[in-house]
C-alpha cells in the first residue's frame, strides 16, 4: 500500500471502492507533462527549515520541496527524451495585483520578495518550453492551456508540482473537466502539509485522475511506442 493510502480509514476506502471509486485511468498515445509552480516562493531556499523557507516566502513547503526536486527533474527529462511537451505554469505577477492570488490567504510582506517566481537550477525550463503564467489556481483557468493541449493533439496530461492540495489539484480537476486523460505523479507532488498532501491524492485518485509514482509512469511511457508529441 502506497503511504498516502495509509492515512485513510479502512472502513472510509471500503465505502469508495463499493461505490466504484479509485478505478485506474488509460495512459493515452499523445501525452504532455504540467510542471504545476515549482518556483523558489513555493521552495524557499534550498537547506532552510520549513519555518525559515515560510519566513522568506510565505508559501513556501521547505524541505521536503528538494525532497521531491529530484524526481520532478528526473520526470522532466523522461518528457524531454521522448520529445513530449513540457508546460511550466507561476504566478502572473502583474495581474494578480488587479485580479487576486490563486487563494484567500493573507499576505504576510506587502511586496512580493526578490526570487519568488524564479526556478529552480534542477527543473529549469529550457528554450522553447512554455512558462504559463497564471493568476488562480488552476493552470487552465482563464488560460490558453486547454487550446494548446488541443493543438497538439494531446490526449493524456501528466501533473506533478505544487502544491498537491491547492494549484495541483485545481489544475487537475480542470484538466479531467476539459476532457483529457489525467495522471498525477504522486511523489512528484508535495505540500507543506503531508496529511493534506495524501487526502488529495486520494480523492483526485478516486474522482479525477490516476495516481502513479515515478517509476510506474516511465513502466507505462517507456513500454510500447507511443507517437512522437
Known sequence: MKDWMKVIPADELKTYLQGG???????????????????????????STLEEAVAEFGPACGPVSWETMPRIAGLINLFRELGRPVVYTRSHMVDTTYVGKATKSKRVKSTVPEGFNDFPDAIAPRE??????????SAFFQTPLAAYLVQRQIDTVIVCGVSTSGCVRASVVDSFSNGFNTLVVDDCCFDRSNFAHCANLFDMNAKYATVVSLDELEGKMLGPQMTPA
Open 21 to 47: 471509486f479509485m478505478g485506474a485511468g488509460e495512459i493515452g498515445e499523445r501525452t504532455a507533462l504540467v510542471v504545476v509552480d515549482v518556483t523558489l516562493g513555493f521552495c524557499g531556499t534550498e537547506g
Open 128 to 137: 522553447g518550453e512554455w512558462i504559463l503564467e497564471k493568476t488562480k489556481a
